[in-house]
């Protein structure tokens, strides 16, 4: 999983360093955490699934939170990471949230979450775990629900430069979308689909509403990998 002491040090410098690395698509972090939690809703609408209990899992100091509280008044919103600090941070900005921190196992009851949002969590998972904690959000998603896995895209040169400048991104290995689906199939989640985002950076923002049209095509800056259990 995270490294612990790592992420720590980063929850007061979080947003400033993603601002920084994230410069030349020429948003900040906000509209990425609000396009994510965006493609959420919508695909919860379309596809009718319940969005009762909502975990976000590596919440960190909760950048999509703020968008699942306000997108999803009526669900309750769990939020958990490994960095107790960053846990730490977010509690006075959302006290309607159930916060808590990541040991050995998700702090959660087997079928207790009806969706799970996963955000450039796993490339900063040693490869050899990935598989335990993908176990571990199937044991918690109740029948029905989901998991919406959302990972930079590797096959992308402006995705690899923001990486590469980032700090806290140094120990990041970029899963390929077959990684994502292998992990949730193993797991046993099913109806595995994945959609490529992000296509266009604000200087094109014209562009936008027409990448619902391109999911198909491997050029997104990131790709989002779902399936249900």
């Given at each position: ?136 959000l199937h044991r918690v998603i109740r029948s029905g629900g989901g998991l919406y896995i959302f990972e930079h895209n590797p ?64 050029f997104g800056a990131q790709y989002v990998a779902y399936g249900r259990v």
């Amino acid at each position: 999983m995270l490294d612990k002491p790592k992420f720590d040090q980063y929850a007061d410098t979080y947003n400033n360093l993603h601002r920084e690395s994230t410069r030349i698509a020429g948003e900040d972090p906000d509209y990425f955490a609000a396009y994510k939690v965006a493609f959420l809703s919508d695909h919860l609408r379309k596809s009718a699934n319940p969005s009762g209990d909502i975990l976000d899992f590596g919440c960190g100091v909760g950048n999509c939170l703020t968008h699942l509280v306000r997108t999803f008044p009526e669900s309750r919103i769990h939020g958990l990471d490994v960095s107790g600090a960053s846990i730490n941070a977010a509690r006075d900005s959302f006290p309607t949230v159930n916060l808590g921190v990541i040991e050995g196992s998700l702090p959660l009851d087997d079928n207790s979450i009806d969706v799970a949002i996963a955000v450039g969590v796993y490339h900063h998972m040693p490869p050899a775990e990935r598989q335990k904690w993908t176990d571990e959000l199937h044991r918690v998603i109740r029948s029905g629900g989901g998991l919406y896995i959302f990972e930079h895209n590797p096959l992308n040169p402006i995705t690899q430069k923001i990486v590469r400048d980032c700090p806290f991104d140094d120990d990041a290995i970029l899963l390929p979308r077959r990684e994502s689906i292998g992990l949730m199939r193993t797991s046993g989640f099913k109806d595995i689909s994945v959609d490529y985002v992000m296509f266009f950076p604000r200087a094109l923002s014209v562009l936008r509403p027409v990448e619902g049209l391109l999911a198909s095509i491997p050029f997104g800056a990131q790709y989002v990998a779902y399936g249900r259990v």
